[in-house]
C-alpha cells in the first residue's frame, strides 16, 4: 500500500513540471538564492565585464623590471 503511493508521489514529481520545480526550491532553491544573495552584496559597485586596474605607487615600484616576456604567437585567420 505505501509502495504505491510512493510510486504516484514519485510519477507526479517527475512528469509534472510545476511540481517538480516546487520541490526543486524546497530542496535546492533558498540555499541557492542565500548564496546569490551572499555573493551580490560582497560585488557592490563592480558591473559585469568592467575592469578594474590599481597602479602601483612610484615607491613601491622595482627598478630592475625592464619590461614583460617576449611570447610567440601565430596570426589566426
Given amino acids: 500500500m505505501l509502495l504505491k ?6 510519477l507526479i514529481i ?8 516546487f520541490v526543486f526550491y524546497l530542496l535546492v532553491g533558498r540555499q ?3 548564496q546569490q544573495r551572499a555573493q551580490g552584496g560582497s560585488r557592490s559597485g ?3 565585464g568592467e575592469v578594474r586596474v ?3 605607487s ?3 615600484t622595482d627598478t630592475r623590471f625592464k ?6 604567437y601565430e596570426e589566426v585567420k
Avoid at 5 to 10: A, D, E
Avoid at 14 to 21: C, E, G, Q, T, Y
Avoid at 67 to 72: A, I, K, N, P, Q
Fill in 46 to 48: 563592480n558591473r559585469e
Fill in 67 to 72: 619590461g614583460g616576456e617576449y611570447v610567440d
Fill in 14 to 21: 517527475l512528469f509534472v513540471p510545476p511540481v517538480r520545480r
Fill in 58 to 60: 612610484a615607491k613601491d
Fill in 54 to 56: 590599481e597602479n602601483r
Fill in 5 to 10: 503511493y510512493l510510486f504516484i508521489i514519485t
Fill in 32 to 34: 541557492l538564492v542565500k
